[in-house]
């Protein structure tokens, strides 16, 4: 095929779906993963009517280890490879880490950590043969602040998605791979399913509106991001006053502001 391909994982709604919307009005394939095959099948007709492009669905749950290799395994067989990734997959596990199984949080750390890097690993030596990839993390505005009781390990791993996807970038820049770039992308409230999943929709319905963004600007800043090699994109102007803040502050005052505030968005029943 002479299009591009962007591999978008947890693409059937959200954040993901935004993506595969602008990669397709880019004029690049795309290939869509996530568990809902239906929705998958059902954003692929809709962006392939709109935008003449081709959009491979395969539905595949990241909590199978053996799910990464598996999906690229298949992308393979049908003589495609991956010039783009999009690592978006990810959910809320609510309650604390005493609450909660060590099964659901392995699968937690499963899905939004080692599958990501899994898959960013098994592309990038063909990136590196054709001269050109990218690679977008979708961290958090919460990988920059202070932990919170609740949802426990969803920071940790965002701000981990954070310094490997800044590793990564400047490993490329340091080998000769100037056109392979890998950006993290650090959204704050997103208007998306994500807060309807995990069961905090209520919660976070009473925060200000003006801390919310739409997917669209989300999702075109990361691109532009990922374009000019920037390892790591705030969207909006709230979210960067936000992520400038926990920098500035004594660390003992960002704590205290997480504990005052984290209730307002993190389940710990």
């Given amino acids: 095929m002479d299009r591009r391909l962007c ?12 993506f595969a919307r602008q990669y397709a009005a880019l004029g690049w394939d795309v290939a869509l993963t996530a568990r809902r095959a239906e929705r998958l099948d059902a954003l692929a007709g809709e962006i392939q009517e709109k935008y003449k492009i081709s959009a491979i669905t395969i539905a595949e749950d990241l909590a199978d280890p053996a799910a990464p290799a598996r999906l690229l395994a298949t992308l393979a ?5 991956v010039d783009a990734l999009v690592n978006n997959a990810g959910y809320g596990l609510p309650g604390t880490f005493f609450s909660t199984s060590w099964k659901d949080q392995a699968a937690f750390i499963q899905v939004l950590y080692t599958a990501p890097l899994e898959l960013a690993h098994r592309v990038l030596p063909g990136m590196a043969e054709r001269g050109y990839g990218r690679i977008i993390n979708v961290a958090s505005l919460a990988g920059y602040a202070a932990g919170s009781a609740g949802h426990t390990l969803y920071a940790s791993v965002k701000a981990g998605l954070i310094k490997f996807s800044e590793s990564l970038n400047a490993e490329c820049q340091a080998l000769g791979h100037a056109d392979i770039h890998c950006t993290a992308l650090c959204p704050g409230f997103t208007w998306t399913e994500f807060h309807d999943v995990n069961g905090t929709r209520e919660d976070t319905n009473k925060m200000p509106k003006w801390m919310w963004m739409p997917a669209e600007p989300v999702v075109r800043q990361g691109i532009e991001a990922v374009n000019r090699g920037q390892p790591v994109i705030v969207p909006g102007l709230v979210n960067k006053g936000m992520a400038t803040l926990t ?6 005052l960002g704590r205290a502001m997480v504990r005052s505030q984290g209730k307002r968005f993190r389940r710990i029943e």
């Fill in 7 to 18: 591999l978008i994982t947890g693409a059937s709604a959200g954040i993901g779906a935004e």
């Fill in 77 to 81: 067989g049908k003589g495609r490879h």
């Fill in 247 to 252: 920098r500035i502050l004594p660390e003992p």
